[in-house]
């Protein structure tokens, strides 16, 4: 197989978010640049230079409706959740090129069958105080943990939490190898859809690394505008100050150059 450079992959995810937009503008489906995209869209105008992904965000009734279009209708790329396919172990669902193949250093479960890929994240209604947001999205909390675990291959020491964390994240891994990640992921859903999205004033995500620091108020993520990323538009929050804020803090300002790095760690092949 042909391993694929960087510059190729960005144009390979350049290529899927062009495919993805173009439905969701076709059907009338919010979407929105969200993470690391967003933050390259608006400081740098695309990518981040050293980052090598694409993640958008939907609200949640959005997000069911682009699945079920995905369902019906040959799409050019190759739709991925746990409802395609039962390994799956991820809260969001990706769009992945037909003719790719990944191999990851440990996130690996799904044995590269997406191919390259971006990430496709819901949002759902949480509460209508912050608190009351965070109470309800910490009741998952302890599943969200199993399936971070489950990805792993093998269990490694982080490289960024403190050593007595280390007995802590080793359960989960010890306690996921034990999961169906599908059901564990219907339970989650589950109680994420008991709060309407467009009913909430603050929403957040299930899935998200950044956990409560995206609780906002639903309008930030409901509220939409157009925004350029490498020379095209795409659609993005009208309020991405409040969001990126959230996120990143000062994100203006460019971090450490031993910190310009990407933190995905695999290889991406033709097949």
């Not at 790719?100 to 819901?122: H, K, M």
């Not at 309800?136 to 020491?157: G, M, N, S, T």
Request: glycine share 6%; net charge negative; proline share 4%.
């Amino acid at each position: 197989m042909k391993e694929i450079s960087q510059d190729i992959l960005k144009q390979i995810e350049l290529e899927l978010l062009t495919q993805v937009h173009e439905i969701c503008v076709s059907q009338g489906l919010r979407y929105s640049l969200a993470g690391g995209t967003l933050l390259g869209a608006v400081r740098h105008g695309g990518f981040i230079p050293w980052d090598d992904d694409i993640d958008i965000l939907m609200p949640r009734p959005d997000y069911i409706k682009l699945a079920e279009y995905c369902k019906t209708h040959e799409t050019p790329f190759r739709y991925m959740s746990h409802e395609t396919d039962k390994q799956y172990c991820y809260l969001f669902a990706k769009a992945c090129a037909r003719n790719t193949v990944l191999e990851e250093e440990n996130d690996n479960r799904n044995n590269g069958i997406g191919g390259v890929y971006i990430d496709i994240f819901p949002i759902d209604g949480l509460g209508d105080t912050h608190a009351a947001a965070k109470a309800y999205l910490q009741k998952c909390r302890f599943d969200i943990e199993l399936l971070v675990a489950y990805a792993w291959q093998k269990f490694r020491p982080s490289k960024t939490r403190a050593w007595y964390y280390e007995p802590i994240r080793f359960g989960f891994f010890a306690l996921s190898r034990m999961i169906d990640p599908h059901k564990v992921i219907c339970r989650i859903e589950q109680h994420a859809l008991q709060v309407d999205f467009d009913s909430a004033s603050l929403c957040g995500s299930y899935g998200g690394v950044y956990r409560s620091r995206e609780i906002l108020p639903a309008k930030v993520y409901s509220e939409l505008c157009d925004i350029p990323f490498e020379g095209q538009s795409f659609k993005a929050m009208k309020d991405y100050d409040a969001y990126l804020r959230c996120l990143y803090g000062d994100y203006m300002q460019l971090p450490p150059e031993k910190d310009q790095v990407s933190h995905h760690l695999f290889k991406a092949y033709y097949l």
